[in-house]
């Protein structure tokens, strides 16, 4: 019985430990490249956003999970009004993305990971091994809610209500 106690502390320990408040330097310098084909950081965008809660939504265009979420997150976009949307695409195809925003209307702001979901400062930081990848960032700019995979998942509901 002990030892069974023991590994659940260490399982709950170590969880709690792989959900950071802030982002790494190095994934604040991840370079994003917008619709327009124009280039910002990480940082920069998070700046521009400050003062208001933030939805981050790691997705693909290839990505069925991430199409079966769409509908959810424009529920979220109108039940949160006041929440920014902030789409960061995975996929390694322009055309493909810019189509999907298109084809789907998705409202927000976009941007492309232009080395995927494999590579990179970010995806290294919030250890990207699944997507859909959803995050609440608050008020401040820390991060709310580290790790959620469904966008009907209660806690992000429950990250932009009141905070977790």
């Known amino acids: 019985m002990k030892k069974i106690f023991l590994v659940l502390i260490i399982i709950f320990t170590s969880c709690n430990l792989n959900n950071p408040t802030e982002f790494s330097e190095e994934a604040l310098q991840e370079m994003l490249i ?23 939504d790691v997705w693909a265009s290839w990505c069925p999970d991430c199409i079966r979420d769409i509908p959810k997150i424009k529920e ?18 322009n055309p493909s993305w810019k ?10 702001n976009h941007y492309n990971l232009p080395k995927g979901m494999n590579d990179g400062d970010f995806v290294d930081f919030v250890n990207l091994n699944w997507i859909s990848r959803f995050m609440v960032i608050d008020e401040k700019g820390k991060i709310q809610l580290f790790k959620a995979t469904k966008a009907s998942d209660n806690e992000i509901v429950e990250a932009l209500r009141n905070g977790i």
């Open 34 to 56: 917008s619709v327009d084909g124009s280039k910002t950081t990480l940082r920069e965008v998070l700046h521009y956003k400050k003062r208001k809660k933030i939805l981050i």
């Open 76 to 93: 979220l976009q109108k039940e949160f009004p006041d929440v920014d949307f902030l789409f960061l695409s995975v996929d390694r195809s």
């Open 99 to 108: 189509r999907a925003i298109k084809k789907y209307n998705l409202k927000g």
